[in-house]
T-cell receptor, first 115, second 111 residues
Framework: DTAVSQTPKYLVTQMGNDKSIKCEQN?????MYWYKQDSKKFLKIMFS???????INETVPNRFSPKSPDKAHLNLHINSLELGDSAVYFC??????????????FGPGTRLTVL | GEDVEQSLFLSVREGDSSVINCTYT??????LYWYKQEPGAGLQLLTY?????DMKQDQRLTVLLNKKDKHLSLRIADTQTGDSAIYFC???????????FGTGTQLKVEL
């Protein structure tokens, strides 16, 4: 009965490779997010999708491409991985109401290590 | 612009109260949140406060908001070892869904 799930939990890969991280939510939410948490624990939003439509796109290299096949899934594809991409990536979801609390629920994270 | 700051570390003894502070700069903040992150885990929402409130209590947690000074605090009463974690404040500003997170405070509870 996991609310927001991510796969894989750990990902170790070589520089230059292409990899994907998957996220699924079973909460019936309309909005999903990707966050990056660096080694100092700073947490910053990367993307947000509402009903499969991109609504937030922070300053993220275009090597990162989110894909939302349906509103329950938001996958993150990363091309040409670099050392600086090593981080923990968190997926989150919310009902998507701009007004109100619109609480975000987080997945367990994917720890990406680029060698 | 958005800038949310927290002190990096806090150490308390078991049974004492913990107070974690947060300052923010965006005066259009509508909701402010406290999240807890245990080692190797995701973020768990603890509580939130609407910007027109100045206090909210939820069991051992008390949130105080000073909107004039843009200062938010989280008080944990009777702190336990299980409270050891990183605590993030976050603000939601304007009409969008975007959350801006603070730098996180590592709380260590000692016996």
């Amino acid at each position: 009965d996991t609310a927001v799930s991510q796969t894989p939990k750990y990902l170790v890969t070589q520089m230059g490779n292409d990899k994907s991280i998957k996220c699924e939510q079973n909460l019936g939410h309309d909005t999903m997010y990707w966050y990056k948490q660096d080694s100092k624990k700073f947490l910053k939003i990367m993307f947000s999708y509402n009903n499969k439509e991109l609504i937030i796109n922070e300053t993220v290299p275009n090597r990162f491409s989110p894909k939302s096949p349906d509103k329950a899934h938001l996958n993150l594809h990363i091309n040409s991985l670099e050392l600086g991409d090593s981080a923990v990536y968190f997926c989150a979801s919310s009902q998507g109401f701009s007004r109100g609390t619109d609480t975000q629920y987080f997945g367990p994270g994917t720890r990406l290590t680029v060698l | 612009g958005e800038d949310v700051e927290q002190s990096l570390f806090l150490s308390v003894r078991e049974g004492d109260s913990s107070v974690i502070n947060c300052t923010y700069t965006d005066s259009s903040s509508t909701y402010l949140y406290w999240y807890k992150q245990e080692p190797g885990a995701g973020l768990q929402l603890l509580t939130y406060i609407f910007s027109n409130m100045d206090m909210k209590q939820d069991q051992r947690l008390t949130v105080l908001l000073n909107k004039k000074d843009k200062h938010l605090s989280l008080r944990i009463a009777d702190t336990q070892t299980g409270d050891s974690a990183i605590y993030f404040c976050a603000e939601k500003a304007g009409g969008g869904n975007k959350l801006t997170f603070g730098t996180g405070t590592q709380l260590k509870v000692e016996l």
